[in-house]
């Protein structure tokens, strides 16, 4: 048996924009608190299709081996960090 163990945590949101947004939100308050949370691990599947699942986070591989931080189907180029806007 693995020495790890994932953590599924049901949580319901009204539509799959709203569970995306809950979803980085979440993803990016426990990797603070916690170097092992993965969040371009992080789905979201509708609750009476859970075998479906959308991802939330583009993940792609960077320059350097980082992953893009950025949400899935973005515009911007990929980026290992969120650019909020009107920020520097």
Do not use: K, N, Y
């Amino acid at each position: 048996m693995s020495d790890r163990w994932v953590i599924h945590l049901p949580i319901t949101a009204p539509d799959l924009l709203r569970a995306r947004i809950f979803a980085r939100l979440a993803a990016r308050v426990l990797a603070r608190l916690s170097a092992r949370v993965e969040p371009g691990g992080v789905t979201v599947s509708a609750e009476d299709e859970q075998h479906v699942r959308h991802w939330v986070f583009c993940d792609r591989l960077l320059p350097g081996g980082a992953r893009c931080a950025l949400p899935t189907e973005h515009l911007p180029p990929c980026s290992r960090r969120v650019r909020w806007p009107g920020r520097r």
